[in-house]
């Protein structure tokens, strides 16, 4: 069975600081793995996704999340925050064979300090 | 442009009292879902349907049925709703092919059960 770990269901940094949100997975086959984000009062949005290509991935507003399959991560990071990336992020891992099911982290939400 | 939509947005309920949310997507994907997101747990799956007339549970189905007519309709009922069903419920559309994989969430459904 597969499942997805959010390190942190809440994660503070100052704007202009480094963004790093942390997930970790297990799957028994070779995973697609991404990275969702939930600005308040609003659906999920993509922001990048992992399937199988460059282990290094960039997505949207900045974002990049890097496939370490030796450490099961799939870590998002921001060089730098700004104020508008205050929200929930979800990490999401599927599998290449077998069950279409995607199955969902618990969310990280991130606040950004002035 | 691709979508998903669902309908009502909000819906304020007393318990037992049969409702429908609707979810429709117009990408002819094949695959659809409902999640429900809840504090602290991220998004888990209710149910998915793989084609028109194929579905099958999720992780927390109680509670719940579907049904798939057609390919770009797939409406949540709840028969008989309880308080512990009140949650953010979450349509999605996906598309997965050869190396790639994308799922479309709707814009949410805040269900409060009275």
């Known amino acids: 069975a597969q499942s997805v770990t959010q390190l942190g269901s809440h994660v503070s940094v100052s704007e202009g600081a480094l963004v790093l949100l942390r997930c970790n997975y297990s799957?028994?086959?070779?995973?697609?793995l991404f990275w969702y984000v939930q600005y308040p009062n609003q659906g999920l949005q993509l922001l990048l996704k992992?399937?199988?290509?460059?282990?290094l991935v960039k997505g949207i507003n900045g974002f990049e999340a890097e496939f370490k399959k030796s450490e099961t991560s799939f870590h998002l990071t921001k060089p730098s925050a700004h104020m508008s990336d205050a929200a929930e992020y979800f990490c999401?891992?599927?599998?290449?064979?077998?069950?279409?099911?995607?199955?969902f982290g618990q969310g990280t939400r991130l606040t950004i300090n002035p | 442009e691709a979508q998903v939509t669902q309908n009502p947005r909000y819906l304020i309920t007393v318990t037992g009292k049969k409702l429908t949310v609707t979810c429709s997507q117009n990408?002819?994907?094949?695959?659809m879902s409902w999640y429900r997101q809840d504090p602290g747990l991220g998004l888990r799956q209710i149910y998915y349907?793989?084609?028109?007339?194929?579905?099958d549970k999720g992780d927390v189905p109680e509670g719940y049925k579907v049904s798939r007519k057609e390919k770009r309709n797939f409406p949540l009922i709840l028969e008989s709703p309880s308080p512990n069903q009140t949650s953010l419920y979450f349509c999605?559309?996906?598309?997965?092919?050869?190396?790639?994989?994308?799922?479309?969430f709707g814009p949410g459904t805040r269900l409060t059960v009275l």
């Open positions: 999605a559309s996906r598309y997965r092919g050869s190396g790639t994989d994308t799922q479309y």
């Open positions: 799957s028994s086959v070779p995973p697609y």
């Open positions: 992992y399937t199988s290509a460059a282990t």
């Open positions: 999401a891992v599927s599998q290449l064979q077998g069950a279409q099911k995607l199955v």
């Open positions: 990408m002819n994907h094949e695959y």
């Open positions: 349907s793989m084609n028109v007339e194929v579905t």
